[in-house]
């Protein structure tokens, strides 16, 4: 289903009342309580995120995991947590290390993103992408295939489950082909995607626009959220949003202040320095930051 305006999906509200909470040591070494009722697992601090949000009505989760063990435990943790189905299935993004595990929810998920994200994800798949995997990881991922969204929304979606609101909101030309930020007002949660990564320098691909960037940055702070669960990394609360935007306005200054000085991409991307930043993970996407900030200042 390819929706192509803002629309409101409303779903057919159970009896009952929410399935208590497991204990969070109960879940997993990796998943942890971000308030009642919403867990994040997350393997490692540079790893994607994943969401589980309980309902009455059953499971919301947003993307799948980093890796084939990573979708199992999120499998084993959701039927500890409840005896209900996962309904709907968000991805932040396209890439696999958020979506390949589609397949572990879907049926019966829904799976929800933004326009583009079906197409991106054919042209990317890699049917035999855990073949030479190890004994262990070729298992987990045991049944492997690729799992498109369903719903393809433009702009903005609201999702009604149960009790809680999830707006989705689009996040243009910031990471992937098509990205998602997943909002809770009621529960002041945003799922972020991946923007703003708290200590780690972005894998910045050539469409990717640093002014779309920081413009989704100041649109999510905007909102007011309490906790920001970034596509990779811990959760915490607005603060990372602040100081993507620092680096990424110290980036462009730099760079900037080279390019006047007649320096060629090539000279600034040998002679540049961040050093405020060097204990940041993945220096070594300096060169992609450092090419979104050349086009920044170069093609106004």
Same mark, same amino acid.
């Given at each position: 289903?390819?929706?192509?305006?803002?629309?409101?999906?409303?779903?057919?509200?159970?009896?009952?009342?929410?399935?208590?909470?497991?204990?969070?040591?109960?879940?997993?070494?990796?998943?942890?309580?971000?308030?009642?009722?919403?867990?994040?697992?997350?393997?490692?601090?540079?790893?994607?995120?994943?969401?589980?949000?309980?309902?009455?009505?059953?499971?919301?989760?947003?993307?799948?995991?980093?890796?084939?063990?990573?979708?199992?435990?999120?499998?084993?943790?959701?039927?500890?947590?409840?005896?209900?189905?996962?309904?709907?299935?968000?991805?932040?993004?396209?890439?696999?290390?958020?979506?390949?595990?589609?397949?572990?929810?879907?049926? #019966?998920? *829904? @799976?929800?993103?933004?326009? =583009?994200?079906?197409?991106a994800m054919r042209?990317? &798949?890699?049917?035999? +992408? !855990?073949?030479?995997?190890?004994?262990?990881?070729?298992?987990?991922?045991?049944?492997?295939?690729?799992?498109?969204?369903?719903?393809?929304?433009?702009?903005?979606?609201?999702?009604?489950?149960?009790?809680?609101?999830?707006?989705?909101?689009?996040?243009?030309?910031?990471?992937?082909?098509?990205?998602?930020?997943?909002?809770?007002?009621?529960?002041?949660?945003?799922?972020?995607?991946?923007?703003?990564?708290?200590?780690?320098?972005?894998?910045?691909?050539?469409?990717?626009?640093?002014?779309?960037?920081?413009?989704?940055?100041?649109?999510?702070?905007?909102?007011? #959220?309490? *906790? @920001?669960?970034?596509?990779? =990394?811990?959760?915490?609360?607005?603060?990372?949003? &602040?100081?993507?935007? +620092? !680096?990424?306005?110290?980036?462009?200054?730099?760079?900037?202040?080279?390019?006047?000085?007649?320096r060629t991409l090539?000279?600034?991307?040998?002679?540049?320095?961040?050093?405020?930043?060097?204990?940041?993970?993945?220096?070594?996407?300096?060169?992609?930051?450092?090419?979104?900030?050349?086009?920044?200042?170069?093609?106004?």
């Open positions: 289903m390819t929706l192509t305006r803002s629309v409101v999906l409303v779903g057919v509200i159970c009896g009952g009342v929410l399935p208590s909470a497991v204990p969070a040591q109960e879940l997993g070494p990796n998943v942890r309580k971000v308030k009642d009722g919403i867990y994040v697992q997350s393997a490692r601090e540079v790893n994607s995120t994943v969401g589980i949000v309980l309902t009455r009505e059953g499971v919301v989760l947003v993307d799948t995991g980093q890796t084939p063990a990573d979708w199992r435990e999120v499998e084993a943790a959701v039927r500890k947590l409840t005896p209900l189905p996962v309904r709907y299935l968000i991805n932040t993004e396209v890439h696999p290390d958020h979506t390949a595990g589609n397949f572990v929810f879907s049926p #019966p998920a *829904v @799976v929800i993103n933004h326009w =583009g994200a079906a197409d042209k990317a &798949d890699n049917p035999a +992408r !855990y073949a030479n995997a190890s004994p262990e990881i070729r298992a987990a991922a045991e049944g492997y295939r690729l799992m498109t969204p369903h719903v393809e929304y433009h702009d903005k979606l609201t999702l009604h489950v149960g009790e809680r609101t999830f707006e989705l909101l689009r996040l243009r030309n910031v990471h992937s082909e098509a990205d998602t930020a997943v909002w809770l007002p009621s529960e002041r949660v945003l799922f972020a995607a991946s923007v703003a990564i708290p200590n780690s320098l972005n894998n910045i691909r050539p469409f990717v626009a640093l002014a779309d960037m920081l413009a989704a940055i100041r649109m999510m702070r905007a909102l007011g #959220p309490e *906790v @920001v669960v970034p596509g990779h =990394g811990s959760f915490g609360t607005t603060g990372m949003f &602040d100081e993507n935007e +620092r !680096y990424f306005g110290l980036l462009i200054e730099r760079v900037g202040a080279m390019v006047r000085q007649g090539d000279q600034i991307q040998k002679e540049l320095r961040m050093p405020e930043y060097r204990h940041w993970a993945y220096q070594e996407r300096m060169p992609t930051n450092i090419d979104a900030a050349y086009r920044a200042v170069t093609q106004k």
